[in-house]
């Protein structure tokens, strides 16, 4: 979330000093909305586009080819690879025809560039999460992207808020460069030292990755479970989603006349609104950080 913030700021910089005064970016619905806060301190147009429930609430290529063409000012678009709230991600082929709209528009002139937000990256199948990163290795596209990585998810520090960025252009990675500078002159030595145990620790121990995505799939598995066994009770979800196996959350779809907070009165459950992300409040997205239901009842020993 940090590193995305100071690229977003290092990028208003590029392109004042670059005499753009419109610059535009899209973000896919429903989607994190702190990076659109962050945009919109920065000065940025937001462009808010709402994804289909039949594309997995995921941007497609000929909706982004639409995009483009209709708005011309559009210079950044956010991606989440695999997707907070809505638990999917995109697959290598997805992900390719993107790229392949954004080098056409490349080659014509007009520089877009993909802000890719991976935090989930490492949250799913190894093989799986390769292939998609695979796409973006080409030389050609990697001049078009930024990646944002985060130990955040993958390694359980929400708290830290500990990640990277890689940049496909030199140029563009000294133009944003600024954008660090106040936290390298000003990161506590203590926070230095306590992030950098950290990546001793996963160096020396790195089987704790794989416990975590079993611990992270176990979860997931038992809460879809519990949501089941619910609705054959109260028949309160009008979809129960099957994920990406990714992620630390569940994304549902409430019945006609049933909310988040509805939800909560009858179930005990909280849940995050849709229009927390830009969505409808039809849906509904839980976090899977709780003890993981046993498949029958407790019993006293």
Request: include cysteine; aromatic fraction near 12%; charged fraction near 20%.
């Amino acid at each position: 979330m940090d590193s995305l913030n100071k690229v977003l700021c290092g990028l208003s910089q590029m392109y004042r000093e670059q005499g753009h005064t419109e610059v535009g970016i899209l973000f896919p619905e429903p989607g994190f909305n702190v990076p659109e806060w962050q945009a919109r301190s920065y000065g940025y147009h937001l462009h808010n586009y709402q994804t289909r429930a039949e594309d997995h609430f995921k941007l497609t290529a000929s909706q982004l080819e639409e995009i483009l063409e209709n708005e011309p000012h559009i210079r950044i678009i956010y991606l989440t690879v695999t997707n907070n709230p809505t638990t999917f991600a995109y697959s290598p082929d997805e992900l390719s025809a993107i790229h392949d709209v954004v080098s056409r528009y490349q080659e014509a002139g007009r520089e877009v560039l993909i802000l890719a937000d991976l935090a989930y990256i490492g949250t799913g199948k190894p093989e799986e999460d390769l292939a998609r990163m695979a796409t973006f290795t080409s030389p050609d596209v990697l001049r078009h992207c930024i990646l944002v990585s985060s130990f955040s998810k993958t390694h359980t520090l929400t708290g830290e808020r500990f990640g990277w960025v890689t940049v496909g252009r030199p140029d563009i990675a000294t133009a944003i460069s600024p954008g660090w500078s106040n936290t390298m002159a000003s990161l506590p030595s203590e926070w230095q030292l306590r992030f950098m145990a950290y990546v001793r620790l996963v160096r020396v121990r790195p089987w704790l990755i794989e416990k975590l995505r079993a611990f992270y799939r176990l979860r997931r598995q038992r809460f879809i479970a519990q949501l089941k066994r619910i609705n054959e009770e109260q028949h309160l979800f009008e979809n129960i989603y099957i994920d990406h196996d990714a992620t630390v959350y569940n994304w549902s779809q409430l019945r006609p006349g049933e909310d988040a907070f509805s939800l909560f009165e009858k179930t005990g459950i909280a849940g995050v609104p849709g229009s927390g992300f830009g969505y409808s409040d039809n849906f509904v997205r839980f976090s899977i950080g709780v003890i993981p239901v046993p498949e029958g009842p407790l019993t006293n020993s």
